[in-house]
């Protein structure tokens, strides 16, 4: 199947300053500047009508991969082709004809909506920015998006304030998906949600996905939603991807340690199985200050001399991807 969106050695750095304790007790008038590798050369693609879960420790690069992606953050580097077109070459005048194709669904549903608009306002918003529609082809399709995520139509004229975190997500999915977008980009959409909840906006997510053939980039913490929902997923860490796989095969069979860890902390709702919990040693490497080679290898009990040298993502089976020498 071909690829719809693919990112090549996408880089985001940062300068920051040195937050050395050592440093300010030594000079306290005085700061360095040090740079902070958000995301090193990431790279991976997302098939048309897939949905690829992107998981990993927080902090470890997730959200500004995504941001990226869509340029809501400059990139330092690297190549996001979508459909033939690289975004990261786009001036903002070209690039604003294909936002309706281009959407993200933001993790707090409260922060991401406007306080001072109402929820037919929050709708027609993008349809005034990306469509040329009249009065009356508006009003349509807000109902119909309204319709297509399950909220009453006397919601209409309420404020985000007005409303329960769940009708709140699902006006900024609705807002996400009014311009019929080709990629959408979810990140961490249920987890300002309680349980009952979640299940709720899984389910809707699915459905919109076959209703519009639309291709998801799911950010989430939740393996168990990102197993149920994801047709692969790529594991982060530290910035970079260690494996990518076919979810049924990551969760059957995890090859990278880190991977491995990752799935161990999965609860399993038995009282009666038990699994075996692989715990990383260590503290995580700063991320100005990343280790060469592999960047797991100061926590890995596997690791080895040759661990030190430099690391690439490599196929290893057919649809497999693994930064390990393991």
Same mark, same amino acid.
């Given at each position: 199947m071909a690829s719809l969106i693919e990112i090549t050695n996408l880089r985001k750095h940062f300068q920051?300053?040195?937050q050395s304790a050592a440093l300010r007790l030594l000079s306290p008038f005085r700061s360095r500047k040090g740079l902070l590798r958000a995301v090193d050369d990431v790279s991976f693609s997302i098939r048309k009508g897939e949905t690829?879960?992107?998981v990993g420790e927080s902090g470890c690069g997730k959200s500004t991969v995504a941001r990226c992606m869509l340029r809501l953050l400059e990139p330092s580097g690297g190549k996001i082709v979508f459909e033939g077109t690289d975004l990261a070459g786009l001036s903002e005048g070209a690039l604003r004809h294909l936002r309706r194709d281009l959407q993200m669904i933001f993790q707090d549903p409260m922060a991401s909506l406007n306080p001072?608009?109402?929820v037919r306002q929050v709708l027609e918003e993008p349809l005034r920015v990306h469509e040329k529609f009249c009065a009356r082809e508006r009003e349509e399709r807000v109902l119909e998006v309204l319709d297509q995520v399950g909220l009453d139509r006397e919601l209409l004229t309420r404020f985000p304030h007005e409303l329960s975190g769940g009708q709140r997500q699902r006006v900024n999915i609705a807002r996400g998906i009014a311009t019929r977008p080709r990629f959408v980009v979810l990140d961490e959409p249920t987890s300002a949600l309680d349980v009952s909840l979640r299940a709720?906006?899984?389910l809707l997510l699915?459905?919109?996905?076959s209703a519009l053939s639309t291709t998801y980039l799911f950010i989430s913490h939740d393996l168990? %939603?990102?197993k149920y929902l994801s047709d692969r997923v790529a594991v982060m860490y530290l910035g970079s991807i260690v494996e990518i796989a076919e979810s049924r095969e990551l969760f059957r069979r995890?090859?990278?340690?880190? %991977?491995?860890?990752l799935l161990?902390?999965?609860p399993i709702p038995d009282p009666n199985v038990k699994r075996e919990r692989i715990t990383l040693k260590g503290e995580i490497p700063s991320p100005t200050d990343i280790p060469s080679g592999c960047r797991l290898r100061g926590r890995c009990p596997l690791a080895r001399p040759a661990c030190s040298e430099e690391m690439q993502l490599r196929e290893v089976e057919s649809g497999r991807w693994l930064a390990c020498y393991r």
């Open positions: 920051v300053k040195d690829l879960g992107l001072r608009l109402s709720k906006i899984v699915e459905k919109l996905k168990s %939603t990102v995890p090859l990278h340690p880190y %991977t491995k860890a161990s902390a999965i």
